[in-house]
């Protein structure tokens, strides 16, 4: 499901896809648990606009013409750039902890360490270009 207009927060579990979790998915990768713990570690201002950032890193990795399976060099650059925006924009503090939790909140506790590995480089080679 594209989320479009003004960031929001979903009251429930299930409310990032209209409720309809086996018709709707959430390409960006974000989960109420997530949102809770980012709100707590980086305020609801700055989570918001990296949530609203998340979705100008997801354009922009889409129309970059890399190849685009889970952990390829799509998704590899998606982390760059998401990270680099909220950098640019945010504090590098703040970037630094919605990237991480974005690593281990919700429902990608249980991914493997080496993905997680992977993504936070990528996280921080963003950081480090804005």
């Given at each position: 499901m594209q989320l479009l207009g003004?960031?929001?927060?979903?009251?429930?579990v299930d409310g990032y896809v209209a409720s309809n979790p086996l018709r709707y998915y959430d390409p960006y990768g974000l989960d109420l648990q997530e949102l809770i713990v980012d709100v707590r570690d980086a305020g609801?201002?700055?989570?918001?606009?990296?949530y609203y950032y998340s979705r100008d890193a997801f354009k922009e990795a889409k129309e970059s013409g890399l190849p685009g399976p889970h952990n390829g060099k799509r998704d590899a650059y998606r982390h760059c750039?998401?990270?680099?925006?909220?950098?640019?924009?945010?504090?590098?503090?703040?970037?630094?902890v919605i990237g991480d939790n974005h690593?281990?909140?919700?429902?990608?506790?249980?991914?493997p360490s080496s993905e997680s590995s992977m993504d936070k480089?990528?996280?921080?080679?963003?950081?480090?270009?804005?």
């Open positions: 003004t960031p929001r927060i979903a009251t429930n609801l201002f700055d989570t918001l606009l990296g750039v998401w990270s680099c925006i909220m950098a640019s924009n945010l504090t590098q503090g703040d970037a630094r690593e281990e909140a919700g429902s990608r506790s249980g991914q480089h990528n996280n921080r080679m963003g950081r480090a270009c804005a």
